[in-house]
């Protein structure tokens, strides 16, 4: 059984829609896979309803943009009930600063004589209910001012460049909070690369199992071997899950194919075990619960 557990369409910044990133999974020969969008639920029904077509399990999922500590942390929050009111809040405030800094980042590159406007960067959005500096970077990949996304991000739009904007993030205990409430689980997304926690130590990890989070994702291309193995054995201390994941973003993302990585299914029974039990305490039900919660299956 071949699962993977972080991947994106073009709800947020991946270039597939969700029906062909579930198409292109089934073709990977992928048996679960989990649609992660960053900050939305966006793209599910739609994958949900390619999932039933190519016998796939589906596991609806988001990634969402997360605060800690003045770090960036990108949260994986599986199963939750994206209605549920604090998650529902915390998801609109994040969606609003995503919309609100792209004037800012914009105006940055008139500065430098680059013209874009809004129009390019909704074009290049496909209607992405999350947008995000990749779909900057592919209005000016439309331009001919950059070759591809990469350039773009180490020419203007990384950290420290001269168009970055930065955007409201989450508080990161209060949204862990707020998915498990939601039914669901959350996982911190390669924790120790772009978008993760640092080098996350021992007790702080301890404390966030002590207030529910589920797992740590592993297997990322972002780790190399000797971070895995650590990453691993702190998993296995604090008696969390641990994932393994492409983070998959079609062409938008080099060297993250779907499957590249995958969960273990012992890991994933787990995960789905303890997503579970969060659902039956919170009493929220996921809307694609019959697609999401198929554990064991395929
Ligand atoms: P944002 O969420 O708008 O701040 O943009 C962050 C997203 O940009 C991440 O989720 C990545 O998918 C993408 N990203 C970051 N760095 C790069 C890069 N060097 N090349 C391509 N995509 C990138
Ligand atoms: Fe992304
Ligand atoms: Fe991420
Ligand atoms: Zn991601």
């Known amino acids: 059984m071949r699962i ?43 994958a949900a309803a ?11 999922g988001m990634e969402i943009s997360t605060g800690h ?15 549920s009111p604090p998650l529902a809040i915390e998801l609109a405030r994040v969606l609003s600063g995503r919309e609100s800094r792209v004037p800012d980042m914009l105006a940055r590159l008139r500065g430098l004589g680059i013209e874009i406007d809004a129009d390019d960067v909704r074009a290049a959005a496909h209607g992405a209910a999350a947008t995000g500096r990749p ?35 989450a508080p990161l205990e209060a949204t862990i909070r707020a998915v498990t409430e939601a039914g669901g689980v959350s996982v911190i997304a390669h924790p120790w690369g772009r978008g ?19 797992g740590l994702e592993v297997d990322h291309q972002d780790h190399d071997a000797a971070t895995r193995e650590r990453l691993r054995a702190m ?24 499957g590249c990585n995958t969960t273990d299914p012992g890991e994933y029974e787990r995960l789905m075990e303890l997503a579970a039990e969060s659902a039956a305490r919170s009493a929220r039900v996921t ?11 395929a």
């Open 235 to 258: 998993a296995r201390e604090i008696g969390r899950v641990a994932t393994g994941s492409s983070d998959y973003h079609g062409t938008g993302k080099v060297d993250h194919d779907l």
């Open 196 to 214: 993760g926690l640092g080098r996350p130590d021992e007790a702080t990890l301890a404390h966030l199992h002590d207030i529910g989070l589920a």
């Open 69 to 83: 500590r003045g770090r960036s942390v990108h949260l994986l929050a599986y199963l939750p009930d994206p209605t």
């Open 287 to 297: 809307p694609l619960a019959t697609y999401g919660r198929a554990t064991g299956t």
């Open 135 to 169: 779909h900057v970077a592919d209005a000016l990949v439309t331009l001919g001012v950059v070759a591809d996304r990469t350039e773009a991000f180490d020419r203007y739009l990384g950290a420290g460049r001269v168009a970055f904007v930065n955007r409201y993030a």
């Open 50 to 60: 390619a999932a039933e077509e190519v016998g796939i399990t589906l596991v609806p």
């Open 4 to 46: 993977d557990l972080h991947t994106h369409s073009r709800a947020s910044d991946g270039t597939d829609t969700p029906a062909e990133l579930v198409r292109a999974a089934a073709r990977a020969g992928l048996d679960v896979l989990a649609i992660t969008d960053h900050d939305t639920a966006d793209g599910w029904a739609e």
